[in-house]
């Protein structure tokens, strides 16, 4: 499997609900990084944690990251039908040295549709 | 400040011509990523760029594929005698420091 794999490749739920998606990845990271992309668009960058945070929040979003199972979430409280896009989580590599200069790898993408 | 912008937004060539994809990043952001996308698929690193220097080409094909950051301009991705697997959409993004990357809508390549 490859780095970077997101789970549930499809979500679909109702608006109001809550929508949890997971990351998992294979080498050791920088930083995880997840993107919001709606059709025929590009990627927006929707939070970065760093590999020594554990959790971060930003409005509606919040991101857990384990490094010891090298497994991340992304939970969406409150889903709107706005919110219907693809999601990407994306790993920035630590090269020897401990340095990243931001290369991404990024996952298959969970596809969330929330009905009105 | 204007996003990372690229042109064009669909490009159709034919097996054998050539295909060139134009960035600007963001101002003041002197790196510069490419990505490729096929259908249903996440994005796949090809090659990052500082200013007039290629710092990591180890996801673009050995032959036909080449990127350049020159001093001034954008950031173009050519294409030589494009091949049908050559189809995709192709995104740029900038950084200002190799952390948040910023993506452009992307171009996206059709060969006949």
């Known amino acids: 499997s490859q780095q970077g794999e997101e789970d549930p490749q499809a979500l679909s739920i109702q608006e109001g609900e809550n929508a949890t998606m997971n990351c998992s990845y294979k080498?050791?990271?920088?930083?995880l990084q997840w993107y919001r992309q709606n059709s025929g668009r590009g990627l927006v960058h929707l939070i970065l944690?760093?590999?020594?945070?554990r959790e971060k929040h930003s409005g509606r979003l919040r991101v857990t990251l384990d490094t010891s199972k090298k497994s991340s979430s992304l939970l969406i409280t409150a889903s709107r039908a706005a919110d219907t896009a693809s999601y990407f989580c994306?790993?920035?590599?630590?090269?020897?040295?401990?340095?990243?200069?931001?290369?991404?790898?990024f996952g298959q993408g969970t596809i969330l549709t929330v009905h009105p | 400040n204007a996003g990372v912008m690229q042109n064009p937004r669909h490009l159709v060539r034919r097996r054998g011509q050539e295909a060139r994809l134009r960035c600007s990043p963001m101002k003041g952001h002197s790196h510069v990523y490419w990505y490729r996308q096929l259908p249903e698929e996440g994005l796949k690193f090809m090659v990052y760029?500082?200013?007039?220097?290629?710092?990591?080409e180890s996801g673009m094909p050995k032959e036909r594929f080449s990127a350049e950051f020159p001093k001034e301009g954008p950031s173009i991705l050519r294409i030589q005698q494009v091949v049908r697997g050559d189809s995709a959409a192709y995104f740029c993004?900038?950084?200002?420091?190799?952390?948040?990357?910023?993506f452009g809508d992307g171009t996206r390549l059709s060969i006949l």
């Open positions: 994306a790993t920035a590599t630590i090269y020897a040295g401990g340095t990243s200069y931001g290369k991404l790898t």
């Open positions: 944690i760093r590999s020594n945070e």
């Open positions: 080498t050791s990271i920088n930083n």
């Open positions: 993004a900038s950084s200002p420091d190799k952390r948040t990357q910023h």
């Open positions: 760029l500082q200013k007039e220097n290629i710092i990591d």
